[in-house]
């Protein structure tokens, strides 16, 4: 199966639409030559009204991490944005519900299939990281999302562990420090080597 239809069919998916508050609008980026998966949570509600990954605070947080601009960020050949449930959730009390269950086992393994690329897969918040990770034959378990983020050189540079750049997550980020001071300039001149190696860096204008 070719990447595009993949990409049609999953657009297409209503498998969890019966407990979707919004409907099914599966929101997915995705292209043969991107270098860097960007593996989310699941769509917001702002990101579900656009159609838009990371369309939100959230996104402009992380292209200042990823040190691009947004013209580079939605080029899929440059990344591929696929979250561990490609639809809007719902939300709760203490912020949006978990990824649906049915979704990272109907389609994440094919759509990795078709990523030949990939050098890089950013794994965001806990669900992607548990998914992600457990993918990895050496990774050591650790209990806390802060002590996996922590020791992400565990993992690095094929998989980097990260907090979900949520304005929510401001008081995780002040605790931290060493996340925004240590572990971003990593990540941008990582992201700046892929881009600068790939088939999109004639578009990959960085901020800095």
Same mark, same amino acid.
């Given at each position: 199966m070719s990447l595009g239809h993949l990409l049609q069919r999953i657009r297409a998916c209503r498998e969890c639409e019966p407990d979707l508050p919004c409907g099914a609008r599966p929101v997915v980026q995705a292209s043969v030559s991107a270098p860097i998966l960007i593996a989310g949570q699941a769509p917001g509600?702002?990101?579900?009204?656009?159609?838009? @990954?990371?369309?939100?605070? +959230? $996104? !402009?947080?992380l292209r200042s991490w990823l040190g691009v601009e947004r013209a580079t960020?939605?080029?899929?050949?440059?990344?591929?944005?696929?979250?561990?449930?490609?639809?809007? @959730?719902?939300?709760?009390? +203490? $912020? !949006?519900?978990p990824p649906r269950p049915e979704c990272a086992p109907l389609w994440r393994q094919q759509l990795l299939h078709e990523l030949p690329k990939l050098r890089l897969t950013l794994a965001i918040?806990?669900?992607?990281?548990?998914?992600?990770?457990s993918q990895l034959n050496h990774v050591r378990g650790y209990k806390t999302l802060t002590e996996t983020v922590a020791h992400w050189q565990e993992?690095?540079?094929?998989?980097?562990?990260?907090p979900?750049?949520?304005?929510?997550?401001?008081?995780?980020?002040?605790?931290?420090?060493?996340?925004?001071?240590?572990?971003?300039?990593?990540?941008?001149?990582?992201?700046?080597?892929?881009?600068a190696q790939s088939v999109c860096h004639d578009n990959a204008f960085l901020l800095k």
């Open positions: 509600r702002r990101v579900h009204a656009s159609g838009l @990954p990371f369309d939100d605070p +959230s $996104g !402009d947080r960020f939605y080029n899929e050949r440059c990344f591929a944005i696929a979250p561990m449930g490609f639809c809007y @959730p719902g939300t709760g009390k +203490s $912020g !949006d519900f918040g806990k669900y992607a990281i548990d998914w992600h990770l993992y690095w540079p094929d998989v980097l562990p990260m979900h750049p949520s304005p929510r997550n401001n008081l995780w980020l002040k605790r931290n420090p060493w996340f925004e001071r240590d572990l971003v300039p990593m990540l941008q001149a990582r992201v700046k080597t892929l881009l």
